[in-house]
């Protein structure tokens, strides 16, 4: 046997095997371990994907990311927060569309407005949904009371990306101050887990001054804290952002994508069972980019709900699509080309991670 089928059929992997699947190049060997990511999650999820529908709130964001579009230093950015009402509409608009479950996304605010506008609209949405969406909340790093509140008030999942494990990586992403401390992030996310919800993190891949090791590193690291989701996507430069001086120490656009395409695959073998989405970032490279996720591993995608006349005020990378609306046409293409990779979207589940089901049950 070669080298890859014999790391390809094991059951517990170093970061040695990690770092030779990542590094991968020939096309035959990463065929391979696509197809066995794939199996992997054929036999512990089935042929399910599960949608969630993407409202993106608001783009007010007190934080600088060095890599984000619309931090709060890009005074280019029009700032919009989207009035409740309208955002009660597009839950209504999922529903319709039989989605069973949303998310909220925004850039950061964690003042008491904020905080209270956002237990509110958690409220109002499960008050006018029936069946009861399941809604995931993607807005930033919080105390753990902000948390806890927003659990009880009926919110059921919680993503919190990591961007990068290795402090110093984050530390060269990221503004030097408080507001962008690692060691708070990290803390962040455990209260994420402890305040009760499905817990998702990720990061980001092909990052200036990342190595493979760094991203073995990261899946190690995602691995250990046992999260139930994942959202981890290419590294995309934006022209009016701090990162981009280091446009030329990035990996061609292409390999960037295959292997943001690998580590789904691996991070798959290493969690089973977990949620791991097809990231919007995937189908910035290649047109199909969602579908290459699911055919290597992933099992979520997220359509875009957020009303077109925001959309072009929440680019995050360059070249984000945004231009797609989901209509009920547009759900009939997403559902066929999803079933030509002989998969199913899972129309009548929540798509709760089954990971989180487990470690559940055990508690
Ligand atoms: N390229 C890819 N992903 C990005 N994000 C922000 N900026 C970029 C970029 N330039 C991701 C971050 C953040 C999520 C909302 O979007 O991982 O957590
Ligand atoms: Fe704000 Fe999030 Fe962008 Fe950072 S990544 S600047 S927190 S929106």
């Known amino acids: 046997m070669n080298g890859i089928a014999n790391i390809l059929n094991k059951k517990e992997f170093s970061k040695e095997d990690i770092i030779y699947l990542l590094s991968v190049k020939n096309k035959d060997d990463q065929s391979l371990l696509f197809q066995k990511a794939f199996e992997v999650k054929l036999k512990n999820i089935g042929k399910n994907v599960y949608l969630r529908g993407l409202i993106e709130l608001s783009n007010q964001c007190k934080k600088n990311c060095l890599y984000c579009g ?27 569309l039989n989605f069973n479950s949303i998310v909220f996304q925004s850039g ?78 990290l803390k962040s996310l455990e209260n994420v887990k402890k305040a009760g919800f499905q817990t998702g993190t990720g990061i980001m891949i092909g990052l200036p001054f990342q190595t493979v090791e760094d991203l073995a590193d990261d899946l190690l690291y995602i691995k250990k804290l046992a999260v139930d989701m994942v959202g981890m996507g290419p590294y995309i430069e934006h022209a009016d952002t701090p990162l981009y001086q280091q446009k030329d120490n ?9 292997l943001a395409l690998r580590m789904i695959s691996v991070l798959r073998l290493i969690a089973p069972t977990i949620n791991i989405v097809s990231t919007t970032a995937l189908e910035t490279i290649a047109a199909n980019g969602r579908e290459f996720g699911l055919k290597v591993g992933a099992n979520v995608i997220m359509p875009n709900l957020t009303p077109l006349k925001y959309r072009e005020s929440y680019l995050l990378y360059d070249n984000k699509p945004y231009l797609n609306e989901v209509t009920e046409e547009s759900m009939k293409e997403l559902t066929s080309s999803i079933r030509s990779i002989g998969q199913e979207i899972a129309w009548d589940e929540f798509g709760d991670s089954i990971h989180y089901l487990q470690r559940n049950k055990k508690n």
């Not at 619309?70 to 319709?96: C, F, H, L, M, T």
């Not at 109002?124 to 009880?152: D, H, I």
């Not at 990035?250 to 295959?258: D, F, G, Y």
């Open 108 to 185: 950061e605010r964690s003042d008491s407005a904020f905080v209270e506008r956002i237990s509110n609209l958690i409220k109002k949405v499960k008050e006018v949904t029936n069946p009861k969406l399941r809604l995931t909340l993607s807005v930033g790093e919080q105390s753990f009371e902000t948390y806890k509140n927003w659990f009880n008030a009926g919110a059921e999942r919680y993503l919190l990306r990591i961007e990068s494990s290795n402090k110093n990586v984050y530390n060269k992403i990221h503004p030097n101050d408080e507001l962008h401390s690692y060691d708070i992030r």
């Open 70 to 96: 619309i931090r709060g230093g890009n005074e280019k950015v029009n700032r919009y927060a989207i009035p409740d009402d309208e955002v009660i509409e597009v839950a209504k608009y999922a529903q319709k």
């Open 250 to 258: 990035l990996l061609p656009i292409q390999e960037r994508l295959e």
